[in-house]
């Protein structure tokens, strides 16, 4: 495998494992602090891998490909959670400087482990189990009510691996993966249906050196399990809540011996008996997040320069949103697969529009892209990113 190349003047090199848009959009922020990214991308066409002039194509569970990826790079980090644990352990004892630290990322790649983590220290959690049984689903169904929400504790992402179900027989073909090879090998994670006032992210970045920053706590919209709108700063949301949550996410991130950007996905919930404003945790991401792609445009250090900062053990940035209000709206594929007209389009229609496509191949539902806008009436915002991203995807066309 050849050499990344070093900018002049002692900079370093930072390997992402993995071509998706995450590490794409590490780009503009590498080259604007010099320092050379390096990715291991899935195909010489990936997202990242369109942009990055070192990008050796490489398999993320071989540990031979990662090895010899790593070892042209200062610090490595990822762009997804699914390198396997092996694979980490044997970057770490060849010596790499991972981050977030295979010990973390445990906790990101394993919601059965993430459960089991967060309730020892205390944070709150929808209530849960772990089942291995149709019969360990009925005992849970009959404390907490159904239905119930079952997730396959690995592999899962964009509501995919997470099922609502209204009897044990609608996860009988995860049950029956129960201890074999695999996403369900320690059993289906199962969880109270959380009647949640809508879903709220914290996002912080902390450093080896135990730095850390905030963004304001955001309110983010799924649809079919895909979040589809960002909020920043989620309106109208109780000061004491947002200091709770980001108090959480920060101590979360020392607890788990984070590093880098993370992402605690919450819900917020009304306490049964006063009424006020709480939180349960969902789940967590160790690297930059869909709901900090807000902060690339709105914040004075969005999320993929402070990824960088942070695994580099740079001082970080400023978190501070630029704007009262910045709307971010994913850009889901639809029916056409020509984005260039679509996008001359919307840029006419909003020049203070903010676009951003990740190169990838228009396929009904996937995430290629989003937009952001930033202001002041929130209202206005929504409309103009909701349009964008509608007309991108071909759902309107005026
Ligand atoms: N316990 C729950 N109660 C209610 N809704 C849930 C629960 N868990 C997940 N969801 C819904 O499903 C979405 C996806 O679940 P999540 O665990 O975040 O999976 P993924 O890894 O696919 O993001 C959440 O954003 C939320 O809308
Ligand atoms: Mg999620």
Same mark, same amino acid.
């Given at each position: 495998?050849?050499?990344?190349?070093?900018?002049?003047?002692?900079?370093?090199?930072?390997?992402?494992?993995?071509?998706?848009?995450?590490?794409?959009?590490?780009?503009?922020?590498?080259?604007?602090?010099?320092?050379?990214?390096?990715?291991?991308?899935?195909?010489? $066409?990936?997202?990242? %891998?369109?942009?990055?002039? +070192?990008?050796? *194509?490489?398999?993320?569970?071989? !540990? /031979?490909? =990662?090895?010899?990826?790593?070892?042209?790079?200062?610090?490595?980090?990822?762009?997804?959670?699914?390198?396997?644990?092996?694979?980490?352990?044997?970057?770490?004892?060849?010596?790499?400087?991972?981050?977030?630290?295979?010990?973390?990322?445990?906790?990101?790649?394993?919601?059965?482990?993430?459960?089991?983590?967060?309730?020892?220290?205390?944070?709150?959690?929808?209530?849960?189990?772990?089942?291995?049984?149709?019969?360990e689903v009925e005992d849970f169904a009959e404390q907490v009510g159904w239905p119930?929400?079952?997730?396959?504790?690995?592999?899962?992402?964009?509501?995919?691996?997470?099922?609502?179900?209204?009897?044990?027989?609608?996860?009988?073909?995860?049950? $029956?993966?129960?201890? %074999?090879?695999?996403?369900? +090998?320690?059993? *289906?994670?199962?969880?109270?249906? !959380? /009647?949640? =006032?809508?879903?709220?992210?914290?996002?912080?970045?902390?450093?080896?050196?135990?730095?850390?920053?905030?963004?304001?706590?955001?309110?983010?919209?799924?649809?079919?399990?895909?979040?589809?709108?960002?909020?920043?700063?989620?309106?109208?949301?109780?000061?004491?809540?947002?200091?709770?949550?980001?108090?959480?996410?920060?101590?979360?991130?020392?607890?788990?011996?984070?590093?880098?950007?993370?992402?605690?996905?919450?819900?917020?919930?009304?306490?049964?008996?006063?009424?006020?404003?709480?939180?349960?945790?969902?789940?967590?991401?160790?690297?930059?997040?869909?709901?900090?792609?807000?902060?690339?445009?709105?914040?004075?250090?969005?999320?993929?320069?402070?990824?960088?900062?942070?695994?580099?053990?740079?001082?970080?940035?400023?978190?501070?949103?630029?704007?009262?209000?910045?709307?971010?709206?994913?850009v889901l594929g639809g029916d056409y697969p020509d984005l260039y007209p679509a996008?001359?389009?919307?840029?006419?229609?909003?020049?203070?529009?903010?676009?951003h496509l990740y190169g990838k191949a228009v396929r009904p539902g996937r995430k290629?892209?989003?937009?952001?806008?930033?202001?002041?009436?929130?209202?206005?915002?929504?409309?103009?990113?909701?349009?964008?991203?509608?007309?991108?995807?071909?759902?309107?066309?005026?």
């Amino acid at each position: 495998m050849t050499s990344p190349q070093r900018a002049p003047g002692g900079f370093p090199v930072v390997g992402v494992i993995g071509g998706g848009q995450l590490a794409r959009m590490c780009a503009g922020p590498a080259a604007e602090l010099s320092i050379t990214l390096s990715v291991l991308s899935e195909a010489p $066409d990936a997202a990242a %891998a369109q942009v990055v002039p +070192h990008s050796p *194509v490489g398999d993320h569970t071989d !540990v /031979d490909d =990662v090895l010899d990826f790593a070892r042209h790079c200062d610090v490595v980090t990822f762009d997804h959670e699914h390198v396997p644990p092996a694979v980490l352990e044997a970057l770490v004892s060849s010596g790499v400087a991972l981050h977030p630290t295979p010990e973390a990322l445990r906790f990101a790649q394993d919601k059965l482990a993430m459960r089991e983590r967060l309730t020892t220290i205390g944070v709150a959690c929808p209530r849960w189990a772990r089942a291995r049984t149709a019969a360990e689903v009925e005992d849970f169904a009959e404390q907490v009510g159904w239905p119930v929400v079952a997730k396959t504790p690995r592999g899962g992402y964009d509501g995919k691996g997470v099922r609502v179900i209204g009897s044990a027989a609608e996860v009988a073909d995860w049950l $029956d993966q129960v201890g %074999a090879p695999g996403a369900l +090998h320690d059993g *289906v994670l199962l969880e109270e249906k !959380v /009647d949640f =006032v809508r879903e709220l992210a914290v996002l912080i970045a902390r450093s080896p050196s135990n730095q850390a920053a905030a963004w304001p706590v955001v309110e983010t919209v799924q649809t079919d399990g895909i979040c589809t709108e960002v909020l920043a700063p989620a309106p109208g949301l109780d000061p004491d809540l947002a200091a709770v949550a980001t108090e959480a996410g920060l101590r979360i991130a020392e607890e788990l011996g984070v590093t880098g950007v993370f992402a605690v996905e919450m819900f917020e919930v009304r306490d049964p008996g006063s009424g006020a404003a709480a939180y349960v945790v969902n789940e967590l991401a160790m690297r930059p997040h869909n709901s900090g792609h807000w902060s690339m445009d709105g914040a004075v250090t969005g999320q993929f320069e402070q990824h960088l900062r942070a695994v580099l053990d740079l001082p970080l940035g400023a978190p501070t949103p630029r704007a009262p209000w910045t709307v971010m709206a994913n850009v889901l594929g639809g029916d056409y697969p020509d984005l260039y007209p679509a996008y001359r389009h919307i840029m006419a229609r909003d020049p203070a529009l903010k676009v951003h496509l990740y190169g990838k191949a228009v396929r009904p539902g996937r995430k290629i892209g989003h937009v952001t806008v930033s202001g002041t009436d929130l209202d206005d915002l929504r409309e103009r990113a909701r349009h964008a991203a509608d007309y991108l995807a071909g759902v309107i066309t005026e």
